[in-house]
């Protein structure tokens, strides 16, 4: 259906998909924050005393051990991996509904910055940096896909 059949209210049945996927994105991104926040909170020491100290230790943190994190911040370490791919799958299949479904293609790249900052490699810095390029390319692309299209024959005068 094209953008100028409408229905009653005035509103186009087209973008009923489109408003479905802020789900998909809000559940995506929750949980990419609870990742990230469980991450940094364990390569900074929060939850053991003898927690270790940089990425380096996260292995001691996720096995057996006196530097194993219990309670939440524990079972979000242990779970992160599989929690960031669900994330950034959801947050990928949000953007496939937006207005620009092309944006759901760099979405997926920057979910896996994400991943590979957060599990693929031992260096802090590398980790934060992967985390603000993640999320400052979920809020371009977020931005992005909201903004209306210039359609060309729509500025013209009849």
């Given at each position: 259906?094209s953008?100028?059949h409408?229905?009653?209210?005035?509103?186009?049945?087209?973008?009923?998909?489109?408003?479905?996927g802020?789900?998909?994105a809000?559940?995506g991104?929750l949980?990419?924050?609870a990742c990230t926040v469980?991450?940094?909170a364990a390569a900074?020491?929060v939850g053991s005393a003898?927690?270790?100290?940089?990425?380096a230790?996260?292995?001691?943190?996720t096995?057996t051990?006196?530097?194993?994190?219990?309670?939440?911040?524990?079972a979000?370490?242990?779970?992160?991996?599989?929690?960031?791919?669900?994330s950034?799958?959801l947050?990928s299949?949000?953007f496939?509904?937006?207005?620009r479904?092309?944006?759901?293609?760099p979405?997926?790249?920057?979910?896996?910055?994400l991943?590979a900052?957060?599990?693929?490699?031992?260096s802090?810095?590398?980790?934060?940096a992967s985390i603000?390029?993640?999320?400052l390319?979920?809020?371009?692309?977020?931005?992005?896909a909201v903004?209306?299209?210039?359609?060309?024959t729509?500025?013209r005068?009849?």
């Amino acid at each position: 259906m094209s953008p100028r059949h409408t229905t009653g209210n005035g509103s186009s049945s087209a973008c009923l998909p489109r408003r479905a996927g802020w789900w998909p994105a809000a559940l995506g991104v929750l949980g990419s924050a609870a990742c990230t926040v469980s991450m940094i909170a364990a390569a900074v020491g929060v939850g053991s005393a003898t927690a270790a100290t940089g990425m380096a230790g996260m292995t001691s943190t996720t096995g057996t051990g006196p530097g194993r994190l219990g309670g939440v911040l524990g079972a979000l370490v242990r779970i992160g991996p599989w929690l960031i791919v669900a994330s950034a799958l959801l947050v990928s299949a949000a953007f496939a509904l937006t207005r620009r479904p092309v944006t759901a293609i760099p979405a997926l790249v920057a979910g896996a910055v994400l991943y590979a900052g957060m599990y693929a490699q031992s260096s802090l810095p590398v980790m934060y940096a992967s985390i603000a390029i993640g999320y400052l390319a979920w809020a371009s692309l977020a931005l992005w896909a909201v903004r209306p299209r210039q359609n060309a024959t729509a500025s013209r005068s009849p």
